[in-house]
């Protein structure tokens, strides 16, 4: 009954996905094989599973991976020495290190170790900078996905009122700042913020991004709001659910993204976008 309002991630990955490979076979035809290195350490189940899913991605579309699996005590230094190898071998177009990072390892110093025209999730300072000023850069990967989910669904941004729940530098900053750079009017809410649903309530799009199952309520949206939701949680029963009360808020909205199946898939797409990107500049 509603699925003419569901914006899929399935159906947009898919015909991402038949793109890339295009492009993929363009390169392969000029000698360039684009190539993607993910480096994971320790043992988290749910990193070990995420960094699986790329890997899959990536065969699905004709792009090479490896996987660089490493130790819990890995030292800094070590994985630092991988990455300078790995930024210097150019068969290698993406660099990825799997996050979160064992404590005794300084993230922002690894992230910032990769060349920033190999960091295909757009983490470093310089794709982070450049993509604040509007330059051409790596956008990170699920800020990215969210916006093209709302061109896919013919969403337009420009004049828009977006409120975006969620202040990270992963999804709610950059995600924010791409909203903006559509001429959209953003509004950031965090757990600092007053009366987040009276800001909601007068939004035309809320990007909801802060690991918090069923936050967005239907009472906090108004009749035919777009919703974008990032969270992936798990319910009770075990099942994965979003940020957003899909069941409430399907009949209230014109447009929302279901969990799963939503922006999760445009965050794994948008990785392999990059890698096949840095490949195209290499021919460039």
């Known amino acids: 009954m509603y699925e003419e309002k569901l914006i899929s ?18 390169l392969k035809a000029k000698g360039i094989h684009p190539k993607l290195s993910v480096i994971i350490v320790g043992e988290n189940p749910a990193s070990q599973s995420y960094v699986r899913g790329k890997h899959k991605d990536c065969a699905e579309c004709d792009i090479l991976s490896d996987n660089i699996a490493l130790p819990e005590s890995t030292t800094q230094e070590e994985l630092l020495d991988i990455i300078d190898k790995l930024n210097k071998d150019n068969t290698v177009h993406g660099i990825l290190v799997q996050l979160p990072l064992p404590k005794h390892i300084e993230e922002y110093a ?19 900078g450049n993509m604040n000023i509007g ?4 956008a990170p ?17 420009c004049g828009k009122d977006v409120v975006v729940i969620g202040r990270s530098n992963i999804v709610g900053k950059p995600v924010s700042v791409l909203a903006l750079q559509r001429s ?3 509004t950031i809410c965090h757990s600092k913020t007053k009366n987040i649903a009276e800001k909601t309530r007068m939004a035309d799009i809320i990007i909801v991004a802060v690991g918090r199952e069923n936050f967005l309520t239907a009472d906090m949206v108004k009749e035919g709001a777009v919703v974008i939701d990032v969270g992936i949680n798990r319910n009770s029963e075990g099942k994965l659910c979003g940020d957003a009360d899909f069941d409430g808020l399907i009949g209230k909205v014109s447009k929302i ?11 794994r797409v948008n990785l392999l976008k990059n890698t096949v990107k840095s490949a195209e500049n290499v021919e460039k």
């Open 110 to 128: 690894v992230i910032n170790a990769i060349d920033p025209s190999k960091d295909v999730d757009g983490f470093t300072a310089v794709n982070v």
């Open 135 to 138: 330059k051409d850069c790596f």
């Open 141 to 157: 990967c699920t800020p990215q996905g969210c916006i093209d989910m709302l061109d896919y669904a013919g969403v337009d941004l």
């Open 257 to 267: 993204t279901p969990v799963p199946g939503g922006v999760g898939l445009m965050t």
């Open 184 to 186: 959209a009017t953003v």
């Open 9 to 26: 991630g399935k159906e947009i990955s898919a015909a991402a996905k038949a793109e890339i490979s295009k492009k993929v076979a363009e």
